[in-house]
C-alpha cells in the first residue's frame, strides 16, 4: 500500500471506536448481510485505488472494515461514502416519515436518475425480551428487529421517508405527470412491497421529467430564438 493511500485510509478510519458487544441471548443480527464484502472507499468524491472488505452494520449505523486481523469502522462524514456490493452507501442528512426534524445517518442508493434519487434505510432495533408470566406461557428472548424504509429525493434537496402506498406515492408526483403515473401502475401491476416495482415507477417518472426538460431546449427550438432575434436586431 502505497503511503498516499495509508494516507487517505488514516483519514477515513474512526479513531476512537467501542464496538459493542450484544448478549448471546440476543436472537438476530447487527446486520442484514454479516459477510465482508469487496467494495470501494469515496473519500471528497475520489475513489480511493484499494479494495476493501466491508459491511453495514444496521444496528449501529456505521460502515465496518476488516484488514484481516481486526474490525474498525469508517469515519461518519457527508464526504466519505463506501460502495458495497455495487451499492453506494452516504452519510446524508434526511428526514423521517412525517417528521420535521433531520436526522444523520447512512442511506443506500437504489436508483439515482437524472433527476431524481431513491434510497434505502436498513435498520436494526433491539427489542426487549419478556419472562413468562405462568408456568404456561413462554418467555420471549430479546431479538434485533429489521425495519427498510425508502427515501425521495429531488436533485439537491434533502431525502424524506415516503409510505409504499399508491396514493401516497402519486402525492409526490408533479400534478402533470399523475394520470400518467397512475396508468402505468394499473398497466404493469406494480406491487411497491417489491423494490423493483418501486424502482420502475421512478425510473419511469424520471424519463417524463427528463424528456419534458430536453423538449423545452431542443435545438431548434434555441435556433429559432436565436434567428428571430437577429433578424429584430438587423431591422
Not at 47 to 64: C, F, G, H, S, T
Request: net charge positive.
Amino acid at each position: 500500500m502505497s503511503q498516499r493511500t495509508s494516507r487517505a485510509l488514516y483519514d477515513v478510519m474512526e479513531k476512537h471506536r467501542n464496538p459493542i458487544v450484544l448478549e448471546e441471548n440476543i436472537v438476530g443480527s447487527q446486520y442484514f448481510n454479516e459477510t465482508f464484502t469487496y467494495g470501494k472507499i469515496i473519500l471528497n468524491n475520489r475513489e480511493l485505488k484499494k479494495v476493501y472488505a466491508l459491511r453495514y452494520n444496521a444496528y449501529l449505523d456505521e460502515i465496518e472494515i476488516n484488514d484481516g486481523v481486526k474490525t474498525d469502522a469508517i469515519l461518519k462524514e457527508h464526504d466519505i461514502s463506501c460502495l458495497i456490493d455495487g451499492k453506494k452507501y452516504s452519510y446524508l442528512a434526511h428526514f423521517k416519515k412525517n417528521s420535521d426534524d433531520a436526522q444523520l445517518g447512512y442511506l443506500k442508493t437504489i436508483f439515482e436518475g437524472d433527476k431524481i434519487t431513491l434510497y434505502l434505510k436498513e435498520t436494526k432495533i433491539f427489542k426487549e425480551g419478556q419472562k413468562a408470566k405462568t408456568s404456561l406461557t413462554t418467555s420471549i428472548p430479546p431479538k434485533l428487529v429489521g425495519f427498510k424504509v425508502y427515501y425521495f429525493s429531488k436533485k439537491g434537496e434533502t431525502p424524506y421517508g415516503i409510505k409504499l402506498k399508491n396514493k401516497e406515492l402519486l402525492t409526490i408526483i408533479l400534478p402533470e405527470y399523475r394520470p400518467q403515473m397512475k396508468a402505468y401502475i394499473k398497466s404493469n401491476h406494480l406491487k411497491f412491497k417489491r423494490a423493483t416495482d418501486l424502482i420502475k415507477f421512478f425510473e419511469y417518472y424520471d424519463s417524463l421529467v427528463l424528456n419534458k426538460i430536453w423538449n423545452n431546449h431542443k435545438p431548434w427550438k434555441l435556433s429559432t430564438y436565436f434567428y428571430y432575434w437577429l433578424g429584430f436586431h438587423l431591422l
